[in-house]
């Protein structure tokens, strides 16, 4: 496939003659010639299903795809990724967050020492924190029960949990309170610790570096006015830390016991299952936090031994590919229609776009095709009566998955089904579409004149023939969604293997972090360190005169 014709391979070759080939062949007609599309083209693990029916692809081009994954020894590095070879090469590392959730009782060797240690010593220490915690063993200083928690990371360490917290909210314990620091905002911490008594706050420092100056800003202020309050005795019952740095913990001012250790090979963004999933556990319970992991290692499992063609992340990445790719869509929408799902778009983003946003390939060549899609998405049916206009007529086309709970945690009246209808209306519309001449008989028996039927018709019209996969679920419970979570990082990781690229690094956010650090003290201070662009020192100064 590649840069200097590196995508001149035989499966590559074969897709681009299929998409020439299908470019323009109708889902509806597809639908029309082959009663057993749905049928063929749906798959089941447990209670989720997907249906990826809605998708404009033939057997013909479906073959091609997993010829393409085959080609790319799609399988040879899931097994490396899962075997603990270091995959991520550009940082040495192992890529094991799947170890996290292996409920196999089987060893992961890495560097000759089985990770399984320990890892089920942390989460035996996450167990019995979480527990003593709820129940009011592990106090705050002054003897009270700690109920509201709040977790101070960014990214991946604030993404997963912010996200798992909202989406089993259901599970929580009644009197625990979860609330999220992330950005360095200081309105962040202002607006959470407004409402908040320190007798009854316990911290949660999720950093996997212990360096990121968001996090550690955040803390220190946290720290200040738990200390203003209580006073310096007070930080062992109210600060706990989530790191792979002890040195830094205890530099911060955090006892090392109150640490949750985990690894350089676990990802910021693939940690939740980690120590950094500490406020889930202790928000839900370790039982249910447990039911989470068992939720993705069977996604792991599917993932590692279904055929490439019966493969749920494999399809659903190939799918992905034949868009980005062939198509050259290169937006990508996820609609959850569950209220309590409504940061996944968000955890989402950073999975998918941190992981493949990537432009060099494992050769070190830049590469000549396009690599990780925009993502985007929210809660429906809010976002039905926002940017759904351009899904449905837009003339950039969006692949869409929608993720539907047939029975929802709140079943009050009518609210469900009608949320359903509307979720089944959205695929069927955007696959259907509605022809001019439809639109126009659609005015008629409105009883419109023929002008108004002309001056109408082709903006009541829609083309149609636009994708969308369907993730039908029982309910969203943590099993669940453990194995949504790790369907879309196994489809993340496999379109990450055919455009050859590494998921694992971000090195794409350091520029910013480091010019941000050269511009502090010029902010600060009188002098300008740096020759820097006209704009930039124009609004240095700009900013430097509101600020006087
Ligand atoms: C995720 C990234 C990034 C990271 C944050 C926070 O994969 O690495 O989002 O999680 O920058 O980093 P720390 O956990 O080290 O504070």
């Known amino acids: 496939m590649f840069a200097k014709n590196k995508n001149n391979t035989k499966a590559w070759q074969k897709l681009e003659a299929e998409y020439k080939r299908f470019k323009k062949v ?41 010829d393409l994954a ?42 000759g020492k089985n990770v399984m240690d320990d890892i089920n010593a ?64 200081g309105t962040a911490c202002y607006e959470t610790l407004k409402n908040l008594d320190p007798e009854t706050t316990l911290f949660i420092v999720a950093s996997k570096t212990f360096t990121t100056i968001e996090t550690l800003t955040n803390a220190k202020t946290c720290r200040k006015w738990l200390v203003d309050a209580l006073g310096e005795h007070a930080v062992d019952k109210h600060f706990v830390a989530l790191s792979t740095n002890r040195e830094k913990v205890v530099e911060f001012g955090i006892n090392p016991d109150n640490m949750f250790a985990f690894w350089d090979f676990v990802g910021g ?16 319970g370790f039982e249910n936090f447990e039911k989470l992991l068992e939720g993705a290692f069977a996604m792991d499992e599917h993932f590692k031994t279904a055929p490439l063609d019966k493969n749920m992340p494999v399809i659903l990445a190939l799918l992905g590919i034949w868009y980005n790719n062939f198509f050259n869509f290169h937006r990508y929408c996820v609609v959850p229609y569950d209220e309590y799902l409504k940061y996944l778009p968000s955890y989402l983003q950073q999975l998918d776009m941190e992981s493949n946003g990537k432009s060099v390939d494992k050769d070190g060549d830049f590469v000549s095709y ?85 001056a109408l018709k082709k903006y009541k019209s829609f083309t149609g023939n636009r994708p969308s996969n369907t993730l039908l679920c029982k309910k969203i419970d943590p099993f669940t969604l453990g194995e949504i979570i790790a369907l ?34 010029e902010l600060k201070g009188k002098s300008f360190a740096l020759d820097h662009d006209g704009s930039t020192m124009s609004l240095i100064k700009k900013v430097k005169a509101f600020r006087k």
């Not at 999933?277 to 928000?283: C, F, S």
């Not at 379109?495 to 511009?519: H, P, R, T, Y």
Request: hydrophobic content about 40%; some cysteine; charged content about 25%.
């Open 370 to 454: 396009s690599t990780g899609p925009a993502i985007f998405g929210g809660a429906g049916t809010n976002v039905q009566h926002s940017f759904f206009q351009l899904l449905h007529q837009g003339t950039d086309l969006v692949p869409v998955d929608f993720i539907i709970p047939a029975i929802s945690h709140n079943e009050i009246g009518d609210h469900h089904q009608i949320l359903l209808s509307n979720v089944l209306a959205q695929g069927e519309a955007l696959m259907r579409g509605k022809t001019v001449l439809e639109a126009a008989n659609e005015l008629k028996k409105a009883g419109k004149s023929d002008d108004e039927v002309e």
């Open 70 to 111: 085959k080609e790319r020894g799609v399988e040879q590095k899931r097994d490396d990724m899962f075997s603990a070879q270091k995959i991520n090469f550009t940082e040495n590392r192992a890529v094991l967050h799947t170890a996290l959730r292996n409920r196999s009782g089987q060893s992961v060797v890495l560097d």
């Open 122 to 185: 942390v989460l035996m220490k996450m167990k019995k924190f979480s527990d003593d915690v709820r129940y009011g063993k592990f106090k705050g200083y002054t003897g009270k029960k700690l109920t509201n928690i709040v977790n101070i990371g960014i990214g991946g360490s604030d993404l997963g949990p912010v996200m798992v917290c909202e989406a089993l909210k259901k599970y929580q314990m009644k009197d625990i309170n979860c609330y999220f620091i992330s950005n360095i905002d």
């Open 269 to 284: 963004r693939y940690s939740l299952w980690s120590a950094i999933g500490l406020i889930i556990a202790i928000a839900v």
């Open 488 to 521: 879309y990082e196994h489809k993340v990781f496999v379109q990450g293997v055919i455009w050859n690229i590494n998921s694992f690094d971000q090195m794409g956010v350091e520029l910013g972090k480091q010019l941000a650090l050269n511009i502090l003290p």
């Open 26 to 66: 109708e889902m509806r007609d597809l639908f029309k010639k082959d009663e057993k599309r749905a049928t063929k083209y749906t798959l089941s693990l447990g209670d989720l299903t997907l249906d990826y029916s809605k998708n404009r692809f033939d057997a013909d081009v479906f073959e091609a795809l997993i």
